[in-house]
């Protein structure tokens, strides 16, 4: 079984300066790792996801993440928010090897940009 | 464009009364989830649905059940519903093939259910 820990619940930021969402992971087999946004009264969108390859991956809206296997962690980046990136932001896992591609999640985290 | 329809956005029930919560999408999608969202506890899965008639129990099944009588319908049903029902219910779907387990999840907008 695998675990999601997502260590902010909440992240206030000011327009235009960098974030850093933090989560580790904990998995007895390998995983693929998500990154999801939801904003407000919408169902949730894929940001970006880690698969196999580089390390650094890049999504959509400006956001990286980086995938650190010592220390199990999958941090999500961006170096100048803006008040759009205002939403909830949830980080996920999938075991590698199971057809049906079944998330388990992290406990999300709010973002919210100041002007 | 959409893909993933959550019939209702917004129920009101009553304890103890059945409750349908219905899921349709339209990209021909093997696999089917539902999810509940509280804050602070993130996405838990209640059921996921691999093909029609098919069904497995997720990390929080009890007091839930689901029907898939058709590959675009999964319907999450609450026999009798409870105060501790009330949550945002996400349904989601995702092809099967490719590598496995790395396909990506087309959420629904949610449906927020009150058990008064």
């Known amino acids: 079984a695998q675990s999601v820990t997502q260590l902010d619940s909440q992240v206030p930021v000011f327009e235009e300066a960098p974030v850093e969402l933090r989560c580790n992971y904990s998995s007895s087999v390998s995983v693929y790792l998500f990154w999801y946004v939801q904003y407000p009264n919408q169902g949730l969108q894929l940001l970006l996801k880690y698969l196999s390859g580089s390390t650094l991956v890049k999504g959509i809206n400006g956001f990286e993440a980086e995938f650190n296997k010592s220390q199990t962690s999958f941090h999500l980046r961006k170096p100048s928010v803006h008040i759009s990136d205002t939403a909830e932001y949830f980080c996920a896992v999938s075991e590698r090897g199971t057809s049906y591609g079944k998330l388990t999640f992290g406990q999300g985290t709010i973002l919210t940009v100041h002007p | 464009d959409v893909k993933v329809t959550q019939s209702s956005r917004y129920l009101v029930k009553r304890t103890g009364e059945k409750v349908f919560l219905e899921c349709v999408q339209d990209?021909?999608?093997?696999?089917m989830f539902w999810y509940r969202q509280d804050p602070g506890l993130g996405l838990r899965l209640i059921y996921f649905s691999y093909d029609v008639k098919m069904k497995e129990k997720g990390d929080i099944p009890e007091g839930y059940s689901v029907s898939r009588e058709k590959k675009e319908r999964f319907s999450l049903i609450l026999e009798s519903a409870s105060t501790n029902q009330t949550s945002m219910y996400l349904c989601a779907s995702s092809q099967r093939g490719g590598l496995s387990g790395a396909n990506v999840l087309t959420f629904g907008a949610g449906s927020r259910l009150t058990v008064l």
């Open positions: 990209m021909d999608h093997e696999n």
